[in-house]
């Protein structure tokens, strides 16, 4: 019943933006007023899986140096939802992105971000 539900993934021309979203929902998650320390990850064809963006529970957000001054991750006053928002995408940012939670260890399914012309 623990799970990550993401969203905001799709195919976009270089340049444009996404928005993705992950949600937590059932045991740890049913917590509303809780705020844990949430990832997201990456990984294009031929790639290994990547850290992208996080956010601690006190909002210290960390990057990936490729995504620097173009992703934004942000969460909102509880612990759900939590957003990256991608702005400026170029083809390399091509992947399946996944949210994760490594203090439960629960991942979402992946939503593809595609970045082509």
């Known amino acids: 019943q623990v799970q990550l539900v993401e969203s905001g993934g799709g195919s976009v021309q270089p340049g444009g933006s996404l928005r993705l979203s992950c949600v937590g929902s059932g045991g740890i998650f049913s917590s509303i007023s809780s705020i844990y320390f949430m990832a997201w990850y990456r990984q294009a064809p031929g790639k290994q899986r990547e850290l992208v963006a996080s956010?601690?529970?006190?909002?210290?957000?960390n990057y990936e140096e490729s995504v620097k001054g173009r992703f934004t991750i942000s969460r909102e006053k509880a612990k759900n939802p939590v957003y990256l928002q991608m702005d400026g995408l170029k083809p390399k940012d091509t992947a399946v992105y996944y949210c994760?939670?490594?203090?439960?260890?629960?991942w979402g399914q992946g939503t593809l971000v595609t970045v082509s012309s």
């Open positions: 994760h939670v490594p203090t439960v260890g629960v």
């Open positions: 956010i601690t529970s006190s909002g210290t957000t």
